[in-house]
């Protein structure tokens, strides 16, 4: 089972190396001779003065401003073509973001509105109301995915200007969200440069059995990339991102959103309204010292 996807994964090439040699000569004991001192060279990132190796981001609210305008609207023309009378209006939907996943906050609606006797759930049972969220949700995708490939979704202020100065590095880059995969993976697709997108891998949707605010989407990316959780930097828009950011140990920069802004967010290391686009966040900027001058 493929616990993430990469939207293309490179061939690796190793050089093998001898650690040492056997040097025999006649009547001569077999001495095994002392490998040379490898010289240690700073790795890009080092080089550029950054003391972390991975910058993982979410996807809705911070690559894009997905939220109200996006997976909301895609979320009532799925109930709409099926027949249910449901909308989320802005300010229903805000309330819903706190829980994180898209099946997450229809069962949690539809949990609410069962309890009036009102409802998609009312008068089935919980097979029934798996098997409808599941399908609801694969649409709401379908509809989603055609408006990011239709252009309804452009990337943030300084977001691809970022990754593409994290890739010149040589930073590990992924995208770990909550959202289903194939939505996140056509952003990353769609609007990402073809030279960048290449190395950049996506953990989303039931990947893990958690979802935010439990910090195992990016437990699972520190593993899967091989890294200690305190090598890693998010950049999260929410208070449940940042709360599962922290808890795996890493740093996290908050870039507020159209939903987010009012949240709590004094445990981020700091807080930005955005990248910016052309002149902002720079990636020495996330470092230890350049996010203790941010919060000053």
């Known amino acids: 089972m493929l616990l993430a996807q990469s939207i293309h994964r490179p061939d690796l090439r190793h050089s093998l190396c001898p650690l040492s040699r056997l040097s025999s000569r006649p009547g001569s004991q077999i001495v095994r001779s002392q490998p040379k001192a490898a010289s240690r060279r700073p790795s890009r990132c080092q080089a550029a003065g950054l003391d972390f190796d991975a910058l993982l981001f979410d996807c809705d609210g911070v690559l894009c ?7 909301r609207v895609a979320f009532n023309q799925a109930f709409q073509q099926k027949g249910l009378e449901v909308t989320w209006p802005l300010h229903l939907y805000g309330e ?19 309890k009036n006797g009102e409802g998609p759930f ?6 029934d109301r798996q098997a409808l969220v599941k399908e609801l949700h694969l649409l709401k995708t379908d509809i989603f995915m055609e408006m990011v490939e239709g252009g309804a979704m452009p990337l943030r ?27 996140v993976s056509k952003i990353v697709e769609v609007l990402i440069l073809p030279s960048v997108k290449a190395n950049i891998q996506v953990f989303a949707g039931d990947v893990v059995p958690k979802k935010k605010p439990d910090p195992a989407i990016y437990n699972l990316a520190a593993k899967e990339l091989g890294l200690e959780p305190s090598r890693c930097v998010v950049v999260e828009d ?10 795996a140990g890493m740093r996290c920069i908050v870039t507020r959103s159209s939903y987010t802004k009012s949240e709590d967010f004094q445990a981020a290391d700091a807080v930005v309204d955005e ?4 002149e902002g966040i720079a990636l020495q900027d ?11």
Not at 157 to 183: F, M, Q
Not at 286 to 296: D, F, M, N, P, Y
């Open 122 to 127: 009312s008068s089935k049972g919980e097979g």
């Open 65 to 71: 401003d997905t939220e109200a305008e996006g997976h």
């Open 96 to 114: 819903l973001l706190e829980t994180g996943g898209g099946k997450e906050r229809m069962t949690r609606h539809f949990t609410d509105l069962e």
């Open 238 to 247: 929410s208070f449940i991102g940042l709360k599962a950011a922290k808890a």
């Open 286 to 296: 996330l470092t230890v010292s350049g996010l203790a001058k941010l919060r000053q």
């Open 275 to 278: 990248l910016g686009a052309t």
């Open 157 to 183: 202020p300084g977001i691809l200007r970022l990754v593409k100065e994290a890739n010149d590095v040589g930073l590990k880059i992924a995208v770990c969200s909550t959202s289903n995969e194939k939505a």
